[in-house]
C-alpha cells in the first residue's frame, strides 16, 4: 500500500529537549516537505527537499533542522523545542513540488 | 504575491442540501489548484485537482469543483450532502517560491453537515 508514515503520532515534551519527527514514504517519490497545522492558519511549508541531499526552507524554518540522506526518508529536528513549536506537524511527499501530495497521518506534538 | 484564500471559516449545510466551500486564488501564469480533506485525527486526503482542460472538474466521494478563471475562484460544490461530508477542507495552489515550485494551502473551511 503506498504510504507515508510517521511517528512518533503524539509527543509530549520540555522545552529544550531535542526531539526528531520520523517520516518515510515507499512511493520513490522525489519531493518531501514538512508541514505545521495551526488553527486559523492553515498549512505552512516548514523545509521541502527536491531529492537526496537537497533541502531548503519553507515559510516558518526557524527552529527546526531536516536532513535527506535517503529518498524515502526525511527526519524533522528540532534542537531546542520551544512551547511556540507545539502544533501538527505533517510530513507529505509528491513527485515534485507543485504536484499532487500525499500526506502522512500528522505528528501532534506538545512543548511544555 | 501568490496566496489562496478561503473566505469562510464556517460552512453549515443540512443533509441533501448542495455544498459550496469557497475559493480564491492569486497566481501569476496559468493556475494549478487542488482541494484537499481533512477528517478528524487524520492527515490530508486529495480530492482533486484542475490543471487545463473543462472547467468542472469532478474528483472523490462524489465532490466537484469549478474553475473560473475571470473570478479567479475555484470553489468546491457537491449535489447533496452527506453528515459524513463533515470535515476540515483546504484549497491549495501552485505556486513558484524562490525558483522552485510548491503547494501553498488556504486556511481552511470546517465544513459541518447537520442531520
Known amino acids: 500500500e503506498a504510504q507515508v508514515t510517521q511517528n512518533p503520532r503524539y509527543l509530549i515534551t520540555v522545552t529544550g529537549k531535542k526531539l526528531t519527527v520520523t517520516c518515510s514514504q515507499n512511493?520513490?517519490?522525489?519531493?518531501m516537505s514538512w508541514y505545521r497545522q495551526d488553527p486559523g492558519l492553515g498549512l505552512r511549508q516548514i523545509y521541502y527537499?527536491?531529492?537526496?541531499?537537497?533541502?531548503d526552507k519553507g515559510d516558518v524554518p526557524e527552529g527546526y533542522k531536516v536532513s535527506r540522506k535517503e529518498k524515502r526518508n526525511f527526519p524533522l529536528i528540532l534542537e531546542s523545542p520551544s512551547p511556540n513549536q507545539t502544533s501538527l506537524y505533517f510530513c507529505a511527499s509528491s513527485t515534485g513540488g507543485g504536484d499532487t501530495q500525499y500526506f502522512g497521518p500528522g505528528t501532534r506534538l506538545t512543548v511544555l | 504575491a501568490q496566496s489562496v484564500a478561503q473566505p469562510e471559516d464556517q460552512v453549515n449545510v443540512a443533509e441533501g442540501n448542495p455544498l459550496t466551500v469557497k475559493c480564491t486564488y492569486s497566481v501569476s501564469g496559468n493556475p494549478y489548484l487542488f482541494w484537499y480533506v481533512q477528517y478528524p485525527n487524520r492527515g490530508l486526503q486529495f480530492l482533486l485537482k484542475y490543471i487545463t482542460g473543462d472547467n468542472l472538474v469532478k474528483g472523490s466521494y462524489g465532490f466537484e469543483a469549478e474553475f473560473n478563471k475571470s473570478q479567479t475562484s475555484f470553489h468546491l460544490k457537491k449535489p447533496s450532502a452527506l453528515v459524513s461530508d463533515s470535515a476540515l477542507y483546504f484549497c491549495a495552489v501552485r505556486v513558484t517560491f524562490r525558483s522552485a515550485r510548491q503547494l501553498t494551502f488556504g486556511s481552511g473551511t470546517q465544513l459541518t453537515v447537520l442531520p
Open positions: 512511493m520513490n517519490h522525489e519531493y
Open positions: 527537499s527536491m531529492n537526496v541531499e537537497v533541502t
